[in-house]
């Protein structure tokens, strides 16, 4: 039986892969999310069009002083985000962690 978390992993991994863009004009989501090493809690954030926001989202799990996994980001095009982000959502609801979203935080300059 494979390890919950790293089956969560491998499937974030593989549906939203980072993508390069031919047009700068083109509209990019990135997505970041890491687990709770100790509350079974997924945390994620998502921003549109925005330069990276990674150490951003790193620095209010710690501030907020939650234990976490490394976090992890993945930038890709707005249709393709979507469906990875209903994938992702829809596989995190049927385990047995809590999900978070903390977008409107994570935009915070810390």
């Known amino acids: 039986m494979i390890n919950p ?4 992993l491998l499937i974030a991994a593989l549906l939203a892969p980072n993508l390069a863009f031919a047009d700068a004009e083109q509209a990019h989501v990135q997505f970041c999310w890491a687990m709770g090493k100790f509350d079974h809690t997924i945390y994620f954030a998502e921003i549109e069009n ?3 926001r990674q150490a951003s989202f790193d620095t209010l799990l710690e501030i907020s002083g939650i234990d976490h996994h490394a976090v992890k980001c993945r930038t890709s ?20 962690f809590e999900i978070v979203n903390t977008t409107f935080l ?3 300059d810390y």
Do not use: V, Y
């Open 50 to 52: 925005r330069e990276d």
């Open 77 to 96: 095009d707005s249709a393709t985000h979507r469906l990875a982000r209903a994938e992702l959502l829809k596989n995190w609801r049927a385990s047995e």
């Open 106 to 108: 994570s935009d915070l």
């Open 5 to 8: 978390i790293f089956r969560l």
